[in-house]
Every structure is written in C-alpha cells, then in structure tokens.
C-alpha cells in the first residue's frame, strides 16, 4: 500500500531561522510526484513546492527547498528564514504518474516564535 | 471567478437529513476533485470527474454520497441521511487537464466546506 508519514505533529521555529519538516513514503512505484502543501487557517491548500522522483536534483522555490533521497524514501521540507505568514498546517502529499489521486500524510503544525 | 469557490462554508445539520455542499471550479478547467478531510488527518480522495463523467468514484465511502457535474462545470457534492462520521471538512479541486501521463499538473483548491453533523 502506498502511504505517507510526517512523524512530527507539530514544529516550532523562531522568526528569521530553519527549519525542516519530515516526510516518508512507502511506494513500489518508479515513476512519482511528491508535494508539499500549506494549508493555513483559511482551510485552503497552497502548493508550496513539487519533485518529481525521476529528478535527482532537489527542488526550490526562494526560500523553500526538499532534501529529496528516493533510495530512503524521503522528502522533507526546508523553510529558511521562517516568517509569521509561514505559520499553518503543512502536509506531504504524493501521486503515481499514471494516477491523479494524491496521497496525503498527517499534516505537521508549524508555529513560528516572533 | 479567480479561484474554486465552494459553499457553504460552513454548514451544522442533524443527524439523517440530506445536505448539499457545491464546488465552483476556475473557468475552464476541465478536471474536477473531491476530498474529505477529517480533524487531524490529511484530505483523502472522494471522486474525480473529466468534464460531466465521473471517471473515478472509488473514493465514495458508501452509497450516501453521490456527487454530480451535469454541465462540466459546477460539481455537487450530495449526502444522504447524515451520520456523525460524516462531519468533515469536504475540499474541492480543479485543474486545467487530467494531471496524468508525465504532467505534474498543480491542483488549485477551495477553501473547502466544513461539515457538522449533531
């Protein structure tokens, strides 16, 4: 069965640092997509950042980026420079190539210290 | 409009009365997602339809829910005889082609309906 864990229910970072959020995933599949999402208290989900497994390169979007080791079946998540608006619910999503069903893990609360 | 729109936001009913909950996708898109979100849980994956078909139902969790899109455009989401387990928050998603065949394909979401059922 294909499934997606975020160990860390919740994080705390103080404004202006690091922080990395946890991901793993179970897949027999070669051919993959993995995202992050940020869901803040308005409900909606906001793509954050997308890898695609057959990239070896990790992705980045400006002060987001993934350490992305397909071997360890991992994928987390890096916020550099945290801000207040980065406060919100993250979660790890994943999808095969020849599906559009996302499978979602958990969810990780970040909060973010002023 | 600019993004899904999905009403009611919120929406309490009781215990076995039927409720409808709607999905505006951004104008054009022609892939239409279902998801329901528990407390404390990701989303999980309700229906999908292309276009008016619905391609994929297996997510239904039984034959109370059924979910329409009779002009490919706006989606219904509809529930029978309400059950507690069924309050939820219910999102909604669209995309501009099916995000399969090598296509990373960005979902855009609602800002979901919460369901509570007394």
């Known amino acids: 069965a294909q499934t997606v864990t975020q160990s860390q229910p919740e994080m705390s970072v103080q404004e202006a640092e690091t922080v990395t959020l946890s991901c793993t995933y179970d897949t027999s599949e070669s051919d993959y997509y993995l995202f992050w999402y940020k869901q803040p208290p308005s409900r909606q989900m906001i793509l954050v950042i997308r890898q695609e497994a057959y990239k070896q390169q990790n992705a980045t979007e400006n002060r987001f980026s993934v350490n992305f080791q397909k071997a360890a079946k991992s994928f987390s998540l890096k916020i550099s420079d945290s801000q207040l608006g980065d406060a919100a619910m993250y979660f790890c999503?994943?999808?095969?190539?020849?599906?559009?069903?996302?499978?979602w893990g958990a969810g990780t609360k970040l909060i973010i210290k002023p | 409009g600019a993004g899904v729109s999905q009403t009611p936001s919120n929406k309490v009913t009781e215990k076995g009365k039927y409720v409808e909950l709607r999905c505006d996708p951004i104008?054009?898109?022609?892939?239409l997602y279902w998801y329901r979100q528990s407390l404390g849980q990701g989303p999980e994956f309700l229906i999908y339809?292309?276009?008016?078909?619905?391609?994929?139902d297996s997510g239904l969790p039984n034959d109370r829910f059924f979910a329409v899109r009779p002009e490919g455009s706006v989606s219904t989401l509809k529930i029978q005889r309400t059950e507690r387990g069924d309050s939820a928050v219910y999102l909604c998603?669209?995309?501009?082609?099916?995000?399969?065949?090598?296509?990373?394909?960005?979902?855009?979401f609602g800002e979901g309906s919460r369901l509570t059922v007394l």
């Open positions: 999503a994943y999808r095969v190539d020849s599906n559009y069903q996302l499978i």
């Open positions: 998603a669209s995309s501009p082609r099916p995000v399969t065949g090598g296509r990373t394909g960005e979902l855009f």
């Open positions: 339809f292309q276009g008016t078909g619905a391609a994929d």
């Open positions: 104008s054009g898109h022609t892939a």
